[in-house]
């Protein structure tokens, strides 16, 4: 039976990056993947998903071009087009994952792994290989939800990927930044979209002013919304899809997607069998150094439920790599998350929320810029944007950043390096502008417009 230093279970972003670390401190490692190698991220989630947002926001520039000088002839999307397009470039990164791997000197398993003891890993071609070390990256994987009626006629986010066409009409179940953004995209390149949410508010653990904000803001752009439903039953109509509701209604539609989260992908690992029990959502229990209650078992990634984030599980597979075998133990801080909501308009957001900031710090200084862009005062646009600055008042700390508008995920990510510093308001204050941009408005804004005193 072969031996190595180390096997991964996963070939996402967080697996990779540990087998990579790993060999590149001289461990023999391998890598078990079922399927495609970058996981999620690269296969069915973040890039993917970006480089349709990028499409589904030409819809709206070509609208503001108009206000500009521009003259176009009516622009006219194929789905086919991007579609191929874009699988082609996740084919491409596929192959810079594995040919990333062979160059570190990391042997590639193809099938599914289980375990069978903490040593002994099985392919589901009947292989068996052991390692002093294994490390569990599976990711995670979308939510079923409960069971209904005609489940079987919807999709989740993985099948929104291999829709061959472009809906006409699409019902989105789901309130979180996957439903949300997929129903943007959706909803920018020509279908009717209509979001059902359980509950009475978008994007649950986001702070609530800027949740409010960004509803406001697609519902604007055509979305619409149906809070405090959820479906009963899915059938086949004529022409399409009849989805019926809590409350009695029935909407038409041609696709149902139903985003309802992700849980960690565990089912099947062997977990039981190692005496490993997955907390009450699931997932995989590690220590700050990604170790597992048995010796020799680590995870890093959504399979672990910590930070759901592709970044995270980098930093997560890099820092086990070091520790175990780079001689350099180190843990990694899950406190400073910078993250953007890829909707449209898009949410930028890094540090506590509003909420969160006021159960530690009573005397909270909130400052805020609501406005229409300069590009909009041409395109006639008229959408507004929201920056949002948090302020502890008694030691000038900024505690956090909220903002929806253009390129607010890229704002996030320079004031999470501002944050990470410690930064007060006074050292934004005394920060240069940058003339004109929105961005300015984080420098230029002098008075608190809400004033805590808890």
């Known amino acids: 039976m072969e031996q190595f230093d180390l096997i991964v279970i996963g070939g996402g972003s967080g697996g990779v990056r540990a087998a990579r670390i790993a060999a590149n401190h001289g461990a023999r490692v391998a890598l078990a993947e079922e399927y495609r190698m970058g996981g999620t991220c690269v296969i069915r989630g973040c890039v993917p998903k970006k480089l349709m947002v990028y499409a589904s926001r030409f819809a709206q520039e070509f609208e503001e071009a108009a206000g500009f000088g521009w003259t176009l ?22 192959g810079i994952y594995r040919s990333n791997l062979g160059n570190a000197g990391v042997q590639i398993l193809e099938g599914r792994a289980t375990l069978l003891d903490r040593h002994t890993v099985a392919l589901s071609n009947g292989e068996c290989y052991q390692a002093k070390h294994i490390l569990i990256a599976t990711g995670a994987q979308p939510a079923r939800g409960p069971d209904i009626s005609g489940h079987e006629l919807a999709i989740d986010s993985n099948g929104f990927f291999d829709l061959p066409a472009l809906p006409r009409r699409v019902v989105v179940q789901g309130a979180g930044y996957i439903a949300l953004e997929l129903a943007c995209v959706l909803q920018l390149l020509g279908a009717k979209v209509t979001v059902l949410v359980r509950g009475e508010q978008i994007l649950r653990g986001f702070d609530n002013e800027m949740r409010q904000h960004l509803q406001a803001e697609m519902a604007h752009s055509g979305l619409q919304f149906r809070f405090g439903r959820e479906v009963q039953a899915i059938a086949r109509a004529q022409g399409g899809l009849q989805v019926q509701l809590d409350n009695g209604d029935v909407l038409d539609t ?22 490993i029990a997955l907390d009450a959502q699931g997932a995989i229990p590690v220590d700050d150094f990604s170790q597992t209650t048995v010796p020799g078992i680590y995870a890093v990634g959504d399979v672990t439920n910590r930070v759901n984030l592709t970044p995270m599980a980098i930093r997560e597979g890099h820092a086990f790599a070091d520790t175990v075998f780079g001689g350099t133990p180190r843990r990694v801080d899950h406190t400073l ?5 890829f909707t449209t308009p898009e949410a930028g957001v890094v540090g506590l929320t509003e909420e969160q900031a006021l159960k530690t710090h009573p005397h909270l200084d909130v400052y805020r810029a609501v406005f229409r862009p300069l590009k909009a005062t041409l395109s006639g646009h008229t959408g507004k944007m929201l920056l949002k600055l948090l302020v502890d008042r008694d030691t000038d700390r900024v505690l956090g950043f909220h903002a929806v508008g253009p390129d607010t995920g890229e704002m996030a990510q320079l004031v999470g390096v501002a944050l990470q510093l410690q930064a007060t308001k006074a050292a934004l204050d005394a920060t240069l502008a940058v003339h004109p941009t929105a961005a300015e408005e984080l420098v230029t804004m002098r008075t608190p417009a809400v004033r805590h005193n808890l």
């Open 73 to 94: 002839d009516a622009p006219r999307f194929d789905w086919a087009t991007l579609k191929a397009r874009r699988d082609a470039e996740v084919a491409r990164l596929e």
């Open 254 to 275: 041609d696709c149902v997607l139903r985003a309802l989260g992700r849980v960690p992908n565990t089912s099947g690992l062997g977990l039981d069998t190692l005496g």
């Open 337 to 341: 998350v910078p993250t953007a909501v």
